[in-house]
């Protein structure tokens, strides 16, 4: 429980950091940021504000760049282990979030450590290093909407940038939330500018091509007119990207940071040195980073999902979904259907029912060695979304009805490597044995699972 306000109840238990990070946190920001101005000592620039922009753009290439692990996260998580805890999903309400039941919505695998950090308020603050990858990458693409928009519509860049925040976590911007900007910027709220304004918010967070260069992106497709195609195919344009579409949680804790963020490089590119010198992330932090004094909120299934499995425990679901796998050689096409999945820690247990034939026109081996089967797969989570797997098959082909029945038997060993997608679609790369023939083939698989 955080040490800010013992009356706190905690959403789910932590194990706390032993120190303070913020020294450590400090230095790796101060070093970023004198990188940065030593990569632009030098050059050229037309003001103090284009300079300082340059900057920010190298010091953000050396800390956020990344779509997935920032570079940032990376460094803070390689502290000594009294700076850093790491979160154990067993240890929190969403251990009962499993692969079957992802369907767009949290997996443990994104739980952060947490550190400890201190604001100019107090704390010590309990937060996940995704914080500090927000106020690093979200804070910088909310200052690349924030100067994107003010050349347009002076004034109206912050709201935007605040309006993409909530976007991306999933939540649908409002004419109170407008109103209420407006107001407390001095300008003409009215129901007639309101309900324009929102509406051109909408309509930029769903057209502009400055959205397509935001993260999480991987730098490889952004601005890829691919990227532009899909987004309008599936109606997203990112919307939840970085919330309740991906993970199921809409975090105002995160919206709370990288709001901390963009005020982070209005500041370094209003005066670099002086951040090189004296930068503090206490200036940024308040209670707001703490999810547990900020508590998110899940998506209905998610919410579900954690009562239910709190109140019956450990289940075996019946699913439904589909497997594919072509193996070579020989060339064989199969398709399967799992019936029974099971998740237990990071061990996964899988059953199902499917069928093989051979990738050939000739009728006579189509028949011979087409063959039924029973799959029970065992996957090891090797660390986030990567598995080992292990699959034992029982298969029957038409031989079992011969004269030596036992040719139709085949005892097969799968073995390889796994990788989740989107919570419910796994990549499977393995070599697989026939026990019968002794014949060893490369495996490729796709195995989809929907509860």
Do not use: C
């Amino acid at each position: 429980m955080s040490e800010v306000d013992p009356n706190i109840q905690p959403q789910f238990p932590r194990r706390l950091p032993e120190a303070i990070a913020n020294d450590r946190v400090n230095d790796f920001f101060r070093e970023a940021i004198r990188e940065a101005i030593e990569e632009e000592r030098g050059n050229e620039f037309a003001s103090e504000e284009e300079y300082g922009e340059a900057v920010a753009d190298e010091f953000y290439g050396i800390l956020g760049s990344g779509a997935i692990v920032t570079a940032i996260q990376e460094r803070v998580e390689a502290l000594p282990d009294r700076y850093v805890a790491d979160t154990s999903v067993y240890d929190t309400a969403l251990q009962y979030v499993d692969r079957v039941d992802y369907q767009s919505y949290a997996h443990p695998s994104i739980l952060s450590p947490i550190i400890a950090l201190m604001g100019e308020d107090g704390g010590p603050y309990y937060v996940g290093t995704d914080k500090l990858a927000h106020f690093v990458q979200q804070g910088y693409d909310y200052h690349f909407i924030y100067e994107t928009v003010e050349e347009a519509a002076p004034g109206l860049g912050e709201l935007y940038a605040f309006a993409w925040g909530l976007w991306s976590e999933g939540i649908e911007l409002t004419d109170e939330y407008v109103e209420n900007y407006l107001s407390s910027h001095d300008r003409s709220a009215d129901t007639e500018t309101v309900s324009r304004i929102r509406g051109e918010i909408t309509s930029f967070m769903e057209s502009s091509d400055a959205v397509l260069y935001l993260n999480p992106s991987p730098d490889f497709v952004k601005g890829w007119v691919v990227t532009r195609w899909l987004a309008d195919l599936l109606g997203t344009h990112q919307f939840g990207v970085l919330g309740e579409a991906l993970t199921g949680i809409i975090s105002y804790s995160d919206l709370a940071v990288n709001e901390a963020g963009l005020r982070f490089y209005f500041d370094l590119i209003a005066d670099p040195e002086e951040m090189a010198q004296n930068f503090d992330i206490a200036d940024y932090v308040t209670p707001e980073w703490d999810e547990e004094l900020l508590p998110s909120t899940f998506s209905p299934v998610i919410e579900e999902r954690i009562e239910e499995a709190h109140g019956n425990g450990i289940k075996w679901p019946f699913v439904y979904g589909l497997g594919a796998d072509l193996s070579v050689p020989p060339w064989m096409f199969s398709i399967s259907v799992p019936v029974l999945y099971h998740t237990w820690r990071d061990a996964e247990w899988r059953l199902r029912l499917g069928g093989s034939i051979p990738l050939t026109l000739d009728g006579s081996a189509l028949a011979g060695d087409s063959r039924g089967f029973v799959s029970l797969d065992m996957a090891m989570r090797i660390s986030g979304l990567h598995f080992t797997y292990l699959t034992s098959t029982f298969a029957l082909t038409e031989a079992v009805a011969s004269n030596d029945p036992m040719e139709g038997f085949h005892p097969i060993i799968e073995a390889g490597y796994e990788v989740m997608f989107f919570g419910w679609t796994s990549v499977r790369l393995g070599f697989m044995f026939d026990m019968n023939d002794y014949i060893a083939s490369f495996v490729v698989g796709i195995l989809r699972i929907a509860r």
